[in-house]
């Protein structure tokens, strides 16, 4: 509950820019961005909400992450890294996490988490209409979802379940 600045320490999911320039990460439930040369982050949402997964466009110029700012469910939201302005992406009734941009920036695949126990489908946005479109049904713990190099296909990893005794596989 404290407001004295805090060291940003337990860093989630780094991610490098597309340039190499920088990094973006999850620390103290807000979204960071550092040099990666070094130098201080830079605490880009700095709220009380719960701000996770970060992610670059492929030209750099955008940085989509999901964060339940708007009260409830975490939902995606999209960060112009020119000139700091956000908007909220998603107004799913389930929550967007582990958002990635397709090789040519139009579309951010995410798992869609709909059950417990981070049971998720994996689901499709199209950036600039904000068309969802769910590409697999749900399933346990798939892990965050990657794009082939011609953005065709979209890859997770998911546990094999055993037997249905066993929730983990």
Known sequence: ????????????????????????????????VMPSSGGAPKNLTHDAAYDTDPAWSPDGNWLVYASDKAGG?????????????????THLATQPISPTFSPDGKRIAFLDVDGMWRRASIAVLDVASGNITKIHESI????????????????????SPYSAKYREG
């Open 1 to 32: 509950t404290g407001q004295a600045p805090r060291k940003a320490m337990g860093i989630v999911r780094p991610m490098l820019s597309p340039d190499g320039k920088s990094i973006a990460f999850m620390a103290l439930n807000d979204i960071y």
């Open 73 to 89: 469910l975490l939902q995606l939201w999209l960060r112009d890294m020119r000139t700091g302005t956000e908007r909220q992406i």
């Open 140 to 159: 346990f713990a798939p892990g965050a979802p990657t794009w082939s190099p011609d953005g065709k296909r979209v890859m997770v990893a998911m546990v």
